[in-house]
């Protein structure tokens, strides 16, 4: 279905500008895991809102992990936002002083026990323009060894599995990869690169 044709304004009718913030305070304070700040902003039109919630979380890494055969390395897990077992990609949170290159080389060996010597940046991306939240980093990864045994815990506890291509697309037409960042990637990745 074609997109109806938009009107796009001219500097004559809008001109936008950035809001002004006017103070902010931090309401929760969980780190390393999260903010959530309430800000004061004044609009480009004079309106102040006292009550703006802007949320803060560590920068991640997400990755599309590809073997020798073209099949996608992802990890069966519970997630407890969504409430359900889903497929994922491996990924985590960028720690203080660490690249996310760095940060994503730690985290597949942790995962997955595997190491790569390719690796591709597929883009950094802001997860939420409203609340802000954090960004994520896009990994294309190939050329893998097996070196260790994958780190689990009663918190990250998963399921390694191979994909093939048609497979992913089954598994995020019917639902069993369901995570927005999953999506985003692998349909960067699918588009851009194959």
């Known amino acids: 279905m074609p997109y109806p044709e938009l009107s796009v304004a001219t ?9 002004e913030q006017i103070a902010s305070r931090t309401l929760i304070d969980v780190q390393p895991w999260m903010k959530v700040h309430e800000d004061t902003i004044r609009l480009p039109g004079g309106r102040v809102i006292d009550d703006y919630y802007r949320i803060e979380t560590p920068d991640y890494v997400i990755m599309a992990v590809c073997d020798a055969e073209g099949r996608f ?17 491996p990924s985590g949170g960028v720690e203080p002083g660490e690249t996310p290159l ?18 591709t940046s597929a883009g950094t991306f802001l997860v ?28 990250e506890n998963c399921e390694l599995v191979f994909l093939t291509q048609d497979e992913v697309s089954d598994a995020i037409k019917g639902g069993e990869i369901c995570l927005l960042a999953d999506i985003a990637l692998y349909s960067l990745l699918l588009s851009r690169f194959f």
Do not use: M, N
């Open 11 to 19: 500097s004559d009718s809008v001109t936008l500008q950035p809001w």
């Open 102 to 119: 760095q940060a994503a080389q730690r985290e597949l060996l942790e995962e997955t026990g595997f190491t790569a010597t390719s690796w």
């Open 128 to 155: 939420d323009g409203t609340r802000g939240i954090c960004k994520a980093h896009f990994f294309i990864v190939s050329e893998l060894q097996s070196v260790a045994v994958p780190l689990q815990s009663d918190i």
């Open 73 to 89: 390395l992802l990890e069966r897990q519970y997630k407890h936002g969504a409430g359900i077992i889903v497929l994922t990609s």
